[in-house]
């Protein structure tokens, strides 16, 4: 009998497994002077014990992303694997990380200049309870944030100062678009757009 059509049911999970891998190294004497030689470890092996990047990932994630304190993001590795990462050992993970953004936010920033249209914008965020400003600069699939302190009369030569300091607005020669703020409008080496969602936000203001 042919069937008149299926019903499908799905599970998903999470699955974590410990892996441990060994990589030996075969130790040698020459026959004549009895001297011994070692084979070469791979790069990823640099020490007796080290750890993987599933690990390294999954720390940074509790600790940049989720925010866990460091005792937090300790005791939950060693439930998971049996073994206690040390705070310095974290720490090291979180300054590689910064290491390796630096260079992609330089690379992004090279890419930033080289669009026809840079997008730009600010919004308030709160810093250890005081309010900040985060500086966007968009284009395409990339996204820059820097966080500053000041906006508004006293930061229109503080702004000026960080996307100065930045260096892209200062660098770049296409079209930028924001929300007709002074401080956009005093690069005059380069075009400027106003923002579309921007103006139908205050004709939406002024409708009402």
Same mark, same amino acid.
């Given at each position: 009998?042919?069937?008149?059509? +299926? ?57 940049? $992303? ?6 937090? $993001? ?23 990380? +910064? ?32 309010? +900040? ?76």
């Amino acid at each position: 009998m042919r069937p008149h059509g +299926h019903e499908r049911r799905t599970r998903i999970d999470i699955v974590f497994e410990k892996v441990v891998t060994h990589v030996d190294a075969e130790i040698k004497s020459c026959p004549h002077c009895e001297s011994k030689t070692r084979g070469a470890f791979p790069k990823a092996f640099a020490g007796p014990v080290q750890y993987g990047a599933g690990i390294k990932a999954y720390v940074l994630n509790l600790v940049i $992303a989720q925010m866990v304190s460091l005792k937090r $993001a300790q005791q939950s590795l060693q439930s998971l694997i049996g073994l206690m990462l040390s705070e310095a050992t974290i720490l090291k993970y979180v300054m590689q990380l +910064h290491q390796a953004l630096a260079r992609w936010e330089q690379g992004a920033i090279a890419r930033l200049l080289t669009l026809p249209a840079l997008h730009v914008d600010e919004t308030s965020l709160r810093v250890d309870k005081r309010n +900040h400003w985060i500086h966007v600069c968009s284009g395409g699939d990339v996204t820059l944030k820097f966080v500053h302190e000041k906006r508004g009369l006293e930061a229109t030569l503080s702004a000026a100062w960080l996307m100065t300091a930045i260096g892209i607005i200062p660098r770049y020669g296409g079209v930028l678009i924001h929300d007709c703020w002074a401080s956009y409008l005093s690069y005059d080496h380069c075009s400027h757009g106003l923002c579309g969602a921007h103006l139908l936000r205050e004709l939406a203001f002024i409708h009402k």
